[in-house]
């Protein structure tokens, strides 16, 4: 719903919208009994106990989506704010204001562009900082180069005569979004944005198992929207978040993550299980204080690495704490290529993961959702490697062969570790890695993104796999909603 004060003040008629008059909203029985509705407040003034101010906070009382929100009103009013956003988009602004001769510069903001192409970018970022479907962003010249002085909404009737046709047609495209081309089975009554990486040659789900999780939800009535990076400043249109994109803290997937988490999402991974198993360290940790079997691990400190050796042996295996897909991993077999490795570590962390080296055919991958046991897998290493993928090689033998099995024919002992080490991270979606040796069982990580990829993970379970997870995310929503959770 597209809401303003009048009628007149948004002149056109979309089909993916409904233009509701601010008082109607605000009154009419029909707008407070609605479920799921999405809000674009383009009132003329958001000032606090305005009209503008109570169509979004109602909006977020009866479950709405609006934008901007209430904090989204509060955060243009505060300096501090503009001025650390400037700060973190210092070089974009720079680089895109730079044709610029005059000393100071107003950008407008629909629905996150500008009738000039060449600030996509940079309006862009603006919108996924501050959710407003119109803004308009005054920049300065100082010493050092453009700032950015002050953003704020503006109302549908602050629009210019002759940019309305690029508006109706940007705010057209916004609505419509990028929707799976899935038909859906039963009418949809909730929204679920799967992030992903078109770009990224490994991504943890291939594009066959991205349809199928579609496919899965619209058949419980979810319907799922593929986003990427960019779509960052629309999150709050959608009740839930799916990763499918590789996670680390220190880039987007991250930010998504809390972002989703905050605007009151469903999300999967969540914030927590991100920090928690992109660092080796600090699973070390966890698993070690609560007895959870591992090989013989050392956390080393760049200050004190004398009788690593000795204590592991050698080979041993060194790993950053940040990596991920056997990037990061070595294993190192004499004593100079130890220091040499750990040297290389050690710019990039204070502290390096040393672990004893178990020589296997094969490593277990326990699928853990919503902590109970989904699917098991033997990865086995790449041919004449010691890892599963063999990083340095391109194409044919770079992946082991795998075997996809029913989680009950798996060694009931390795699932028991799995699910140990799972629980204590969350209760979301994990895989993680156990190790078989001397009849033993090892948990090597915990992956808080794992792959799910169609024909290999789903090998068993086959489209089951896709319905069980968006089951859990049905769940979770119809309990958030009802305000259980």
Known sequence: MIVTNVLRDWPAQLSSAQVVDARAYLTDPQYSEMRGAKVFNLCRSYKYQSTGYYVSLLAEARGHKPLPSVTTMQDLKTQAIVRMVSDDLDELIQKSLAPIKSDKFTLSIYFGRNLAKRYDRLTLNLFNQFQSPLLRAQFGRAENGWQLRRISTISA?????????????????HFAGRRSGVKKRVRPRFDLAILHNPGDPEPPSNEKALKKFAK???????????????????????????IRDTTYVNQYTYRFSRRAASEGLVVIDDPQSIVRCTNK????????????????TVVVPRENVN?????????????????????GVVKVKDERELSEKLAAFFEESDLVLAQEFLPTTFDWRIGILDRQPLYACKYYMAQGHWQIIHQERVGRGRYGKFETLPVELAPRRAVQAALKAANLIGDGLYGVDVKESGGKFYVIEVNDNPNLDAKYEDAVLKDELYRRIMSVFLRRIEQRKAGMV
């Not at 009737?157 to 495209?173: C, D, I, L, R, S």
């Not at 899965?216 to 990076?229: C, K, N």
């Not at 009788?307 to 990037?327: I, R, T, W, Y």
Request: aromatic fraction near 8%.
């Open 216 to 242: 899965a939800a619209a058949s419980l009535g979810i319907a799922t929207e593929l986003v990427t990076r960019d779509d960052y400043g629309r999150l709050a249109e959608f009740d839930a978040l799916f």
């Open 307 to 327: 009788g690593l050796a000795d204590e592991l042996g050698l080979p041993c295996v060194l790993k950053k704490p940040d990596s991920a897909f056997s990037q």
């Open 157 to 173: 009737n602050e629009v210019p005569q002759p940019h309305w046709p690029f508006v109706v047609e940007t705010a057209a495209e």
């Open 281 to 296: 360290v600090y699973l070390a940790e966890l698993l070690s204080r609560n007895k959870v079997p591992m090989p013989r």
